[in-house]
């Protein structure tokens, strides 16, 4: 049960951040937009970097490799044009590569895997019972923060949102 909704909660988030970043170019990608925030890039990146945590839980490897995560993490300084980041064209690819993996392993994933007890040092927020389920659902609930966070920052570089 808890998997079923997992899998619907990030294929849902994989359409939205699709639909959002369709488009959109590298140089625009790194706009920073004011009065602050992150831009499209970093925030897609960072998406993408959590995405390798899940994927690495799940027994596969990371899209990007630990080099190209650094530019992503939290509290990273913002992204400037020229200055080190992934090509958002590499990003969208990560983003729709991981999205089918993370799909294919949330379909064949028992439900009992689910339960499998987890270090709690591998969460960012405190959770009760240290879960592969609590932390797929933690992933699942940045995720949407940070896609959310894609809308708005859209917006604020003067474009429509896709998703609607």
């Not at 969208?92 to 993996?101: H, S, Y």
């Not at 007890?117 to 923060?145: K, M, N, Q, R």
């Amino acid at each position: 049960m808890l998997k079923d909704k997992l899998a619907a909660g990030f294929a849902i988030s994989q359409f939205a951040m699709e639909a959002d970043l369709k488009g959109v170019g590298h140089e625009e990608s790194l706009k920073q937009p004011s009065p602050g925030g992150n831009c499209l890039n970093w925030l897609a990146g960072h998406i993408l970097i959590a995405r390798g945590l899940i994927l690495t839980q799940l027994g596969e490897k990371p899209f990007l490799d630990e080099a190209e995560t650094k530019p992503y993490g939290r509290g990273s300084p913002p992204l400037k044009p020229g200055g080190p980041c992934v090509a958002l064209d590499r990003i969208l690819e990560g983003i729709q590569k991981t999205g089918e993996v993370l799909s294919g392993k949330l379909e064949s994933l028992e439900d009992s895997a689910l339960e499998a007890p987890l270090d709690p040092a591998a969460f960012s927020l405190p959770v009760e019972i240290p879960t592969l389920g609590a932390l797929l659902t933690v992933l699942l609930w940045h995720e949407g923060y940070h896609t959310g966070q894609l809308a708005v920052g859209l917006r604020l570089i003067g474009r429509e949102i896709g998703f609607k």
